[in-house]
């Protein structure tokens, strides 16, 4: 309950109840409480994977084994897994090549979706979303199905290319999404006061337009090379016998995976955490104080 006390001057002061000062505390705080508990329940993984890089284990790496734990040798070679290292070689390559082509065309594409008008422009927006609301088990299946029905007459095996070529597939459409929203959030003003100012259509685009557009590229060309080097589902129907990092995880599993893994897994996360915060740092730098 709440207390209304009369003190000498006549005036009255409300008192809230120890329950209702409670839910008011709450209340004002409920979005950091929320944002504090779902901030742990994501990184609760992330945590995991660090700290069993430090497990002494003998046959898996699935419980802790106190004796002689923790320890810095799979920090000190992490290739000490058979046929780790190949396998991350092999996901950084594929995530480097589909990202630079899956990053060139879809930022053409939506450059033609948002500044162009044509025939087909609207169908052309739907569709850049059916990669990405396909499920992936489907996805790969056609794939597969197309890589081996389809290319088989021409030599393309299941392997490495084919690989890249899922991947850029998939990969253009969250291209093609993340540069559209920075094009559209530009102001068109300032091109046309470049114009103004008699810059013809190249200089006007390569020292306004690409510029301001250049950060919604590197993000999108940062998001496709994510998804590339953690996909395991499309890669797992077109790889044949080729082994990406994603896959030699998977198929460690089954014998307990590797410490190394989680020694590569945890620096790949560190890794982007720092291109993110970096990313950060300098596009607060940049802006005028």
Request: hydrophobic residues 50%.
């Given at each position: 309950?709440?207390?209304?006390?009369?003190?000498?001057?006549?005036?009255?002061?409300?008192?809230?109840?120890?329950?209702?000062?409670?839910?008011?505390?709450?209340?004002?705080?409920?979005?950091?409480?929320?944002?504090?508990?779902?901030?742990?329940?994501?990184?609760?993984?992330?945590?995991?994977?660090?700290?069993?890089?430090?497990?002494?284990?003998?046959?898996?790496?699935?419980?802790?084994?106190?004796?002689?734990?923790?320890?810095?040798?799979?920090?000190?070679?992490?290739?000490?897994?058979?046929?780790?290292?190949?396998?991350?070689?092999?996901?950084?390559?594929?995530?480097?090549?589909?990202?630079?082509?899956?990053?060139?065309?879809?930022?053409?594409?939506?450059?033609?979706?948002?500044?162009?008008?044509?025939?087909?422009?609207?169908?052309?927006?739907?569709?850049?979303?059916?990669?990405?609301?396909?499920?992936?088990?489907?996805?790969?299946?056609?794939?597969?199905?197309?890589?081996?029905q389809g290319f088989?007459?021409?030599?393309?095996?299941?392997?490495?290319?084919?690989?890249?070529?899922?991947?850029?597939?998939?990969?253009?459409?969250?291209?093609?999404?993340?540069?559209?929203?920075?094009?559209?959030?530009?102001?068109?003003?300032?091109?046309?006061?470049?114009?103004?100012?008699?810059?013809?259509?190249?200089?006007?685009?390569?020292r306004v337009t690409?510029?301001?557009?250049?950060?919604?590229?590197?993000?999108?060309?940062?998001?496709?090379?994510?998804?590339?080097?953690?996909?395991?589902?499309?890669?797992?129907?077109?790889?044949?016998?080729?082994?990406?990092?994603?896959?030699?995880?998977?198929?460690?599993?089954?014998?307990?995976?590797?410490?190394?893994?989680?020694?590569?897994?945890?620096?790949?996360?560190?890794?982007?955490?720092?291109?993110?915060?970096?990313?950060?740092?300098?596009?607060?730098?940049?802006?005028?104080?």
């Amino acid at each position: 309950m709440s207390t209304v006390s009369t003190r000498g001057t006549g005036s009255t002061v409300y008192r809230p109840s120890m329950a209702r000062r409670i839910q008011a505390w709450f209340a004002n705080r409920f979005a950091m409480i929320t944002a504090v508990l779902v901030l742990v329940y994501l990184f609760v993984p992330v945590a995991y994977t660090f700290a069993f890089s430090f497990n002494n284990y003998r046959k898996t790496n699935i419980t802790w084994n106190s004796e002689g734990s923790p320890t810095l040798k799979h920090w000190k070679d992490p290739c000490g897994a058979p046929g780790i290292c190949e396998a991350l070689v092999n996901s950084i390559q594929i995530g480097a090549i589909a990202t630079l082509v899956a990053t060139i065309l879809g930022t053409l594409l939506a450059f033609a979706l948002v500044r162009y008008k044509f025939i087909g422009r609207g169908a052309g927006n739907i569709m850049t979303f059916i990669p990405m609301a396909t499920p992936e088990i489907v996805l790969g299946a056609s794939l597969l199905t197309i890589f081996v029905q389809g290319f088989s007459n021409v030599g393309l095996k299941l392997g490495f290319w084919t690989i890249v070529i899922a991947h850029i597939m998939f990969c253009i459409s969250f291209v093609v999404v993340t540069v559209k929203a920075r094009l559209q959030s530009l102001d068109p003003r300032l091109e046309e006061a470049a114009q103004d100012l008699y810059a013809g259509p190249g200089a006007t685009f390569w020292r306004v337009t690409f510029p301001l557009v250049l950060p919604g590229i590197v993000g999108a060309a940062m998001l496709s090379f994510s998804l590339s080097f953690d996909d395991f589902i499309i890669t797992n129907f077109v790889s044949g016998s080729e082994t990406t990092f994603p896959k030699f995880v998977y198929v460690s599993y089954l014998r307990g995976i590797p410490a190394q893994a989680n020694v590569i897994g945890f620096s790949m996360f560190a890794i982007a955490v720092a291109l993110v915060i970096g990313g950060q740092l300098i596009g607060n730098a940049r802006k005028p104080k």
